[in-house]
Every structure is written in structure tokens, then in C-alpha cells.
């Protein structure tokens, strides 16, 4: 099925578009259904199909923009039923994920490449960056910046904790701008400064 982006723009669906995001999703990447969805999805068509047939009125873009809209909502519901029933393939996912984020800092790419992003993971994991998101999201309740993030003040616990290195050294290896935001960042999510947190005394958490 195919649909004019003027219905889209003139339309409510329009506001949380975006939120489909399996749009972007590679073919092989595509929705499985079981018959009982098979079925749902072509009562949804029909409906469609029938309202096109009906003749035009002031009603018709409303109705079949509404009709999409239901089609698309069971879509996103399909595919979270999709990734519960892959949890273990995700599963897989998810530590190759992991262990790529850590390989990357450990081999110092901050200085030369920045940040590992989310295009970074996908391409090396064979996923579009779309549905390597939407994978990332469903198994840990978080956004692959979000990880990265908590990953890097973990990281610098550890450099803390086990190097004589100073603070503005361990920001600018993990890729902080400066080592006022470091500390700032450190302070907010560790509830220590860098400082306090290097205590001989305090363990790792």
C-alpha cells in the first residue's frame, strides 16, 4: 500500500509520524505475522479499500486517514510482539552491542573518530539503524546514547580508581569536551566529584 504525503500532512497522523519508525527498517528486517494478524491487518485493508470505493465527500480524507493510522498502530504493535518472541536473538544483539561500545573505547578511536554512535553499531552489526534502535530500546529501557553515556562514567570510575592519571586526561581519552563538563557530568549521575569519588577508601560501583 501506497499514500500521498498530502493525506499524511493534512492529517492528524502527521503530529507523531516520526514514531513509526519501521519505515526505516531493512527488507530483511520486515514483520513476520502469525494468520491471526494476517487477518487483522487484511480487515484493515479492506476498510480502506471499501471507503475508497464509497465516493468522495468532505468525510473521505478524515475516514481514510483514520483508517491508516489504526493499520500503522497495529503495525507498531506487531513489532513489539516481534521483538518479545526474538528476545533471545536480541539477547545476542545486545552483548555484541556491548562489547563493540567497550572494544572502541579501549582502542582509543574517541580521539581520531568521537563518540560511537548509533550508525556505528548498526553498520558493524548488520542492522539498519532504525530497527538497531528500536532493538536497543525494547531489551534495556534505553536509548544507545543513554548506554554510551553510562558506559563512559563507568569507565572513568575504573581509570579513578585504578590509574595515577588526572582528572583532565580521563575526560579528554573518554571524549569530554572539557573537564569542567566531566566533572559536572561525573558529579550528577555518581553523586561524587572525580575527586571524591578516587578515595582509596571508596570501591567501585
Given at each position: 500500500m501506497s499514500f500521498h504525503a498530502d493525506l499524511i500532512n493534512t492529517s492528524a497522523i502527521k503530529k507523531h509520524f516520526n514514531d513509526y519508525s519501521f519505515f526505516n527498517y531493512r527488507q530483511n528486517e520486515s514483520l513476520h505475522i502469525s494468520l491471526r494478524e494476517k487477518k487483522i491487518l487484511t480487515t484493515r485493508f479492506e476498510d480502506i479499500s471499501d471507503e475508497l470505493n464509497w465516493g468522495i465527500d468532505k468525510y473521505t480524507n478524515i475516514l481514510i486517514s483514520g483508517k491508516i493510522e489504526l493499520l500503522l498502530n497495529y503495525c507498531k504493535r506487531f513489532y513489539?510482539?516481534?521483538?518479545?518472541?526474538?528476545?533471545?536473538?536480541?539477547?545476542?544483539?545486545?552483548?555484541?552491542?556491548?562489547?563493540?561500545?567497550?572494544?572502541y573505547f579501549f582502542m582509543n578511536k574517541i580521539s581520531e573518530k568521537g563518540l560511537p554512535t548509533s550508525d556505528y553499531c548498526s553498520n558493524n552489526l548488520n542492522l539498519s539503524s532504525a530497527y538497531f534502535e528500536d532493538l536497543f530500546n525494547h531489551e534495556t529501557g534505553m536509548s544507545i546514547a543513554e548506554y554510551i553515556q553510562l558506559r563512559r562514567v563507568h569507565l572513568a570510575k575504573e581509570r579513578l580508581c585504578n590509574t595515577n592519571k588526572t582528572v583532565s586526561c580521563i575526560a579528554r581519552e573518554l571524549g569530554y569536551p572539557s573537564q569542567q563538563y566531566f566533572c559536572k557530568l561525573f558529579k550528577k549521575l555518581s553523586g561524587y566529584t572525580p575527586d571524591e569519588y578516587r578515595n582509596p577508601c571508596r570501591t567501585i560501583s
Open positions: 513489539t510482539r516481534q521483538f518479545i518472541t526474538r528476545s533471545e536473538v536480541n539477547r545476542c544483539i545486545i552483548q555484541k552491542t556491548k562489547r563493540l561500545i567497550d572494544e
